[in-house]
């Protein structure tokens, strides 16, 4: 059994959060282009980027991406979270674009937690929530 003292002092940040790509150029590209992660090494088969605040984000190639999400409700939830402060100049970009993505909705029915999700060349879906008055250390 694992004591739970021990672990607060052993564990202590996530470092990396991985995703299923088909092309690391890709990928690389759209989320230095539409996030601002910067690239920190890249080889034909994964690349790790990094924004700060936050872990790595370390793209790994396979043959036959299965999109990263899970529906709950009839409803596609993704896994990785990106935050902003402009969440309307945001899905403005990836619209003008022509990239995937979901109206605006508001997390819990709060005004100002407006979010929408956009989907990664790969298919999986990225959210991108505003929360500007967010009081929760680390964010």
């Given at each position: 059994?694992?004591?739970?003292?021990?672990?607060?002092?052993?564990?202590?940040?996530?470092?990396?959060?991985?995703?299923p790509?088909?092309?690391?150029?890709?990928?690389?590209?759209?989320?230095?282009?539409?996030f601002?992660?910067?690239?920190?090494?890249?080889?034909?088969?994964?690349?790790?980027?990094?924004?700060?605040?936050?872990?790595?984000?370390?793209?790994?190639?396979?043959?036959?991406?299965?999109?990263?999400?899970?529906?709950?409700?009839?409803?596609?939830?993704?896994?990785?979270?990106?935050?902003?402060?402009?969440?309307?100049?945001?899905?403005?970009?990836?619209?003008?674009?022509?990239?995937?993505?979901?109206?605006?909705?508001?997390?819990?029915?709060?005004?100002?937690?407006?979010?929408?999700?956009?989907?990664?060349?790969?298919?999986?879906?990225?959210?991108?929530?505003?929360?500007?008055?967010?009081?929760?250390?680390?964010?």
């Amino acid at each position: 059994m694992i004591n739970t003292e021990e672990t607060k002092s052993l564990v202590n940040t996530v470092v990396q959060v991985r995703l299923p790509v088909r092309d690391i150029d890709e990928s690389v590209a759209w989320y230095e282009k539409y996030f601002g992660f910067t690239h920190c090494w890249k080889t034909e088969n994964e690349s790790d980027l990094k924004l700060e605040p936050g872990p790595y984000l370390f793209l790994k190639r396979v043959e036959q991406p299965l999109p990263i999400q899970f529906v709950s409700e009839g409803k596609p939830y993704a896994v990785l979270c990106i935050k902003t402060s402009n969440v309307f100049e945001c899905y403005r970009t990836f619209v003008e674009a022509n990239e995937e993505v979901t109206e605006i909705t508001h997390t819990w029915n709060i005004d100002r937690f407006p979010e929408f999700n956009v989907t990664d060349p790969s298919g999986n879906v990225i959210n991108v929530a505003n929360y500007p008055d967010l009081h929760i250390e680390g964010f």
